[in-house]
């Protein structure tokens, strides 16, 4: 099989819960050996946070390159709803639930390569 490094450079990951939190953590360790520079984390699992999390996402939409959450991706739909205008332009946005299924919030047949592109390059 082909091994793929990821590209993006300037990516986000969010989480919801403690079991989140835990695979959040797992997952970026693993993805800090393969990027240059690390994904900001945010841990929105307590009830104290500097900014709400509708306000952040939206930031995120403006500044970031990939959203990566990890938790119901119910709760990820609706917080990047309000900022989706055009999956050719918006950043990639990626859903991590239950420790094992990943779930490309922009996914169908045509856009499928382009997201692949986007947030993992082939490892030359």
């Known amino acids: 099989m082909e091994q793929l490094k990821l590209r993006v450079r300037n990516g986000i990951c969010i989480c919801f819960t403690a079991q989140g939190k835990e695979t959040a953590t797992r997952l970026l360790e693993k993805l800090s050996q393969q990027m240059e520079e690390a994904f900001d984390f945010l841990d929105y ?33 609706r917080l990047i709803a309000p900022w989706v205008q055009d999956k050719l332009k918006d950043p990639a946005v990626l859903d991590v639930m239950r420790s094992r299924f990943c779930l490309d919030m922009w996914a169908d047949a045509m856009n499928w390569q382009r997201q692949r592109r986007r947030f993992w390059g082939q490892n030359q």
């Open 45 to 77: 699992t307590g009830s104290e946070h500097s900014k709400p999390l509708k306000q952040v996402v939206k930031e995120a939409f403006q500044e970031k390159e990939a959203i990566l959450f990890v938790g119901a991706a119910g709760i990820a739909v």
